[in-house]
């Protein structure tokens, strides 16, 4: 009986072994595939119907695009939708190509070959953005359906009237939800954004330097250099850069036409919370700072502060910034992770 029992154990495991590493073999077989088409976007066009790189077991998650290229159709969206895909696309392997984690397939009725792809779904409209899991569940036998991975359960991404970089953000969001992988958008032309960026504030500068007041012209170059490294310190750790490079928006809406400040999740923040952040340290460097110099403060018949009351009031009155900035900075952390655990009084 033991034996018995052991014997259907090791072929369950072996039938396990081999049902993973066929699926394995596919997906490698996959990014093969997906480098053919680097040049562009990473994106596989399905042709003449054929879907048999995607029948079997799968141990990874499928961006179907349903589309049209084709002007007869008149699909306007089509083509914006495209470009979102692409962008998306491009981003998702110049991180994770070889993880074999996700492909984009796009089927295109600008093939007439694809038209029973989409008769088999009953769809009427188009364009339709998938996301399908992974399926280990799926036993092959003599007769394969050429259509499972289209009638497996997916997620349905609904593409928001927004501007082009929110929708790119928008659909990054669901796909990164999905996969629990960040997608770090990339921008269109990062060197010529930094040689415009370097360009305007060269300008600002000379502008400031010659045509500025003479408080300002007069002031050490030492002193100009100390503050702008302090700026940048102070925007880089706020999270300036990763604002920029993934194009988040400013300020948010949520469902109910609300205004969203502070986002949650660990992973994502918008731009005007770099500002809070920042002004937040700032305060928070200033407090400390004046604390220290009302600490070393002599008081004289001559000085601004002429009484120990005075002096006192003002080094309580900070330490009570102190803590209400500290508490602010932490109370956003809190919106992010509520499991911080160095946080003082929450107060949104």
């Given at each position: 009986?033991?034996?018995?029992r052991?014997?259907?154990?090791l072929?369950?495991?072996?039938?396990i072994?081999?049902?993973v590493?066929?699926?394995?073999?596919?997906?490698v077989?996959?990014?093969?595939?997906?480098i053919?088409y680097?040049?562009?976007?990473?994106?596989i066009?399905?042709q003449?119907?054929?879907?048999?790189?995607?029948?079997?077991?799968?141990?990874?998650?499928?961006?179907?695009?349903?589309?049209s290229?084709?002007?007869r159709?008149?699909?306007?969206?089509?083509?914006?939708?495209?470009?979102?895909?692409?962008?998306?696309a491009?981003s998702?392997y110049?991180?994770y190509?070889?993880?074999?984690l996700?492909?984009f397939?796009?089927?295109?009725?600008?093939?007439?070959?694809?038209?029973?792809?989409?008769?088999?779904?009953a769809?009427?409209?188009?364009?339709?953005?998938?996301?399908?899991?992974?399926?280990?569940?799926?036993?092959?036998?003599?007769?394969?359906n050429?259509?499972?991975i289209?009638?497996?359960?997916h997620?349905i991404?609904k593409?928001?009237?927004?501007?082009?970089?929110?929708?790119?953000?928008?659909f990054?969001?669901?796909?990164?939800?999905?996969?629990?992988?960040?997608?770090?958008?990339?921008?269109?032309?990062p060197?010529?954004?930094?040689a415009?960026?370097?360009?305007?504030?060269?300008?600002?500068?000379?502008i400031?330097?010659?045509?500025?007041?003479?408080?300002?012209?007069?002031?050490?170059?030492?002193?100009?250099?100390l503050f702008i490294?302090?700026?940048?310190?102070?925007i880089f750790?706020?999270g300036?850069?990763?604002t920029?490079?993934?194009?988040?928006?400013?300020?948010?809406?949520?469902?109910?036409?609300e205004?969203?400040?502070?986002s949650?999740g660990r992973?994502?923040?918008?731009?005007?919370?770099?500002?809070?952040?920042?002004l937040?340290?700032v305060?928070?460097a200033?407090?400390?700072?004046?604390?220290?110099?009302?600490?070393?403060?002599?008081?004289?018949?001559?000085?601004?502060?002429?009484?120990e009351?005075?002096?006192?009031?003002?080094i309580?009155?900070?330490?009570?910034?102190?803590?209400?900035?500290?508490s602010s900075?932490?109370s956003?952390?809190?919106?992010?992770?509520?499991e911080?655990p160095?946080?003082?009084?929450?107060?949104?």
């Amino acid at each position: 009986m033991m034996h018995r029992r052991l014997v259907q154990l090791l072929i369950t495991l072996i039938s396990i072994i081999a049902l993973v590493t066929s699926s394995h073999v596919q997906s490698v077989r996959l990014t093969e595939e997906c480098i053919k088409y680097e040049q562009g976007d990473y994106i596989i066009p399905i042709q003449n119907g054929d879907l048999s790189l995607f029948t079997g077991p799968r141990d990874y998650y499928t961006i179907a695009v349903l589309t049209s290229s084709d002007s007869r159709h008149g699909c306007d969206v089509c083509s914006d939708l495209d470009k979102i895909v692409s962008r998306v696309a491009q981003s998702w392997y110049t991180d994770y190509l070889h993880t074999n984690l996700l492909f984009f397939v796009k089927i295109d009725l600008v093939d007439a070959a694809n038209v029973p792809i989409f008769e088999h779904l009953a769809i009427q409209t188009i364009p339709h953005i998938w996301l399908i899991p992974p399926n280990l569940n799926i036993v092959e036998g003599n007769e394969v359906n050429p259509f499972q991975i289209l009638d497996d359960s997916h997620f349905i991404f609904k593409i928001p009237t927004a501007s082009f970089d929110e929708q790119v953000m928008q659909f990054a969001r669901f796909v990164s939800e999905g996969l629990q992988k960040n997608i770090l958008i990339r921008q269109d032309s990062p060197v010529a954004t930094f040689a415009k960026t370097f360009a305007v504030t060269l300008l600002v500068i000379l502008i400031i330097k010659r045509k500025g007041p003479n408080g300002v012209r007069t002031i050490p170059k030492s002193k100009v250099i100390l503050f702008i490294l302090i700026f940048l310190l102070i925007i880089f750790i706020c999270g300036y850069q990763f604002t920029v490079q993934s194009g988040v928006p400013f300020i948010a809406k949520g469902k109910s036409e609300e205004i969203i400040i502070i986002s949650g999740g660990r992973h994502y923040q918008f731009g005007i919370e770099v500002v809070l952040v920042g002004l937040n340290y700032v305060a928070l460097a200033s407090s400390l700072l004046v604390l220290i110099y009302l600490g070393q403060y002599n008081i004289t018949s001559e000085s601004v502060i002429d009484n120990e009351q005075l002096k006192f009031g003002l080094i309580l009155f900070l330490n009570v910034g102190l803590y209400v900035l500290y508490s602010s900075l932490t109370s956003i952390v809190l919106r992010k992770d509520h499991e911080y655990p160095y946080a003082f009084t929450k107060l949104f």
